[in-house]
């Protein structure tokens, strides 16, 4: 029986100060001047406070990838036609997608879930390969389908309250079995696929944080001037006809993320708060990723002491999601891939870290003379 | 027969623009929105350019950690004493410090380069282990030594012209060495390791770049404000010393070098110059190595082409060298430590984009379609 949100929100704890204060005194015996690592030396500390181990070690690193379709794709929002999102489900099986290869890169594991793909994903006979040399066996492929894309959000709600919440669920479920089930998960990566996404997530974005539409709305996979523009009017549409203009500012997250939200937004959202009852790391990846951050951060602000954001994406309302939360990119290398691709990048640094503070040799180990 | 400086800087051959070209095309096929990995898709086609192949493999990662004293500490211009240079030559070789933690993470060898240390490295019998499980056989110790450090470059040059060559050589010689011995060198990433030598760079950055002493000069290790203060006077003190003010600035690099310098910063800017004419790509560390690049630059402008800014270091010189070369950081984590560490954090992100450009699936391999 799958955890409700509200359990699962009684069950994120405040940061172990205990760890992270014994983490920093052991950074301070380190053979490396104080505070020489920077961002490397606060994160392994966080990372301590979060896992309540003094000296974690990240070895377990997985990547979800939610992946969902978009009634309003209807209205030509996307570069990309409807059908890529089911595409690359196969392609990500495949080990063929992005997150497929940087995952590798860093020793991931990737779980793709389908929440709410348009399509049926036909697993049999396996998708014909023949390609790239893959044996990618690390990719696994997790069926949580609620609903074959949203509905229309300029037409009335995305989807019902009840499917909002269930994406969630279907979150948490994905995040727990996956604890439970062989050799664990420490950190989470957490990504998306779904043509039109950046869609919903701008209108959340700037629903949330009050923003205006066309500051917190991109250009997504590759729109012009005029899509853009015509995009921005989507948006705008879409919070009229849902009621979500300031003077109705009263909606809980459930509630938003139903009237103009994503399967896979909600899905990343339920991860997220999990992983965080679980002690483990998040970190996110780019604009759709944040996006769920942010309904997850609505429903109960304390998961923000287990978020790590990796790069600040292109996308143009990223940066007011990681502001209203309070949280600070470690990078921007200009992508907006999504996928989780970011993420790894960010794993990567995190797990260094990490080694950093279980493996160096301290002061008194190397015979090395400390400060004047 | 070690090769002569002006033989390396003869053999540095601009980027092959066709194997760009077709890095670029090949990444228009791939599986993702134009540019969407943004920096991940500019460095890959970099290397492509540098390796004159456009799938390029970075597999044989090597970090050049060069090791020299400097006479100048005699002026308290570290918050460390001298003796720790040697000590953590020993700390390098016994696996412990943080270079190695951050080598093993990204499968990187180390040669450890003692090319001005002020103590004898004695290696039999081995230096006592005992703390730490180790095993980093991926670390080698590399005897290059032309002093005992340098001269204090207050009271005269730091050294002589010839051993400002010698330096620059050594790194050539080390770096052809690795490259012919054994399964040679994909990328190299360059680092230093002397206390005091950040002394010596700022010195350099001031006269090459023509910024003010106290806008190129930072804490080193981590010196107090008093400190910071007497540091500027120091560096002020050996450019009038060595008539370096601007009415004589007509110096060449190696006689720059020789004047204010250090035998690490030598070594490595012979390191890139002989990368760049092996069509090997060099990633920069933080500001010392910068600072060699400098001297590499100076020498022989064409070697930007193969230089690679991994991260902005916190020292206040580093920007100022890395725009007078004119090239970018891909990354700032309040890093100060040497060693190669932001390198290798680089590398990382490097190798990742080569992968993406090599193991990446095509829209028509795929079966997903493309832009509408």
Redesign the interface.
């Known amino acids: 029986m799958a955890k409700t949100i509200k359990e699962v929100i009684e069950q994120i704890r405040p940061l172990d100060l205990n760890a992270m204060e014994r983490a920093w005194a052991r950074h301070e015996m380190?053979?490396?001047?104080?505070r020489?690592?920077?961002?490397?030396e606060e994160l392994s500390v966080k990372i301590a406070g979060i896992t309540g181990n003094y000296m974690p070690e990240l070895k377990e690193k997985v990547i979800v990838t939610m992946v969902g379709d978009h009634g309003v794709a209807d209205e030509g929002v996307s570069?990309?036609?409807r059908?890529?999102t089911s595409?690359?489900v196969?392609?990500f099986l495949?080990g063929?997608?992005?997150i497929?290869?940087?995952a590798?890169?860093i020793g991931a594991r990737v779980l793709v879930v389908d929440i709410g793909v348009a399509a049926d994903i036909n697993l049999e006979p396996e998708p014909a390969a023949?390609?790239?040399p893959v044996g990618d066996q690390s990719c696994k492929f997790i069926a949580k389908k609620i609903a074959y894309g949203t509905a229309n959000m300029t037409k009335g709600p995305a989807m019902s309250y009840d499917d909002a919440r269930k994406s969630i669920e279907a979150g948490i479920e994905v995040l727990d079995n996956e604890m439970k089930g062989g050799s664990g998960i420490d950190i989470v990566g957490v990504g998306d696929m779904g043509i039109g996404n950046t869609t919903p997530s701008s209108a959340i974005v700037a629903f949330v944080t009050g923003e205006p539409v066309e500051e917190v709305t991109g250009r997504?996979?590759?729109l012009d001037d005029a899509g853009l523009k015509a995009k921005v009017e989507v948006i705008k549409s879409a919070l009229k006809v849902n009621k979500l203009v300031k003077e109705d500012a009263n909606a809980n997250a459930i509630e938003i993320l139903a009237k103009i939200g994503g399967l896979e937004i909600g899905g990343m959202a339920g991860v997220m708060l999990a992983a965080a009852s679980n002690r483990i790391p998040v970190v996110i990846d780019g604009f759709i990723s944040s996006t769920a951050a942010l309904i997850a951060y609505e429903l109960s602000p304390e998961i923000k002491d287990y978020l790590i954001a990796s790069h600040l994406s292109?996308e143009s309302g990223h940066l007011a999601i990681l502001d209203y939360i309070g949280i600070e990119p470690?990078?921007?290398?200009?992508?907006?891939?999504g996928e989780g691709?970011g993420a790894?990048?960010g794993i990567?640094?995190v797990?260094?870290s990490c080694?950093?503070l279980r493996?160096?040799?301290?002061f008194e180990?190397?015979?090395?003379?400390?400060?004047?």
Chains 1, 2 share one sequence.
Do not use: C
């Open positions: 380190l053979t490396k001047p104080q020489s690592l920077g961002v490397l570069a990309f036609p059908e890529v595409q690359m196969y392609n495949r063929g997608a992005a497929n290869v940087l590798r890169h023949g390609y790239l997504g996979t590759g292109v470690m990078f921007n290398l200009n992508m907006r891939l691709t790894t990048v990567s640094i797990e260094a080694k950093i493996e160096m040799a301290t180990d190397a015979g090395v003379s400390e400060k004047k």
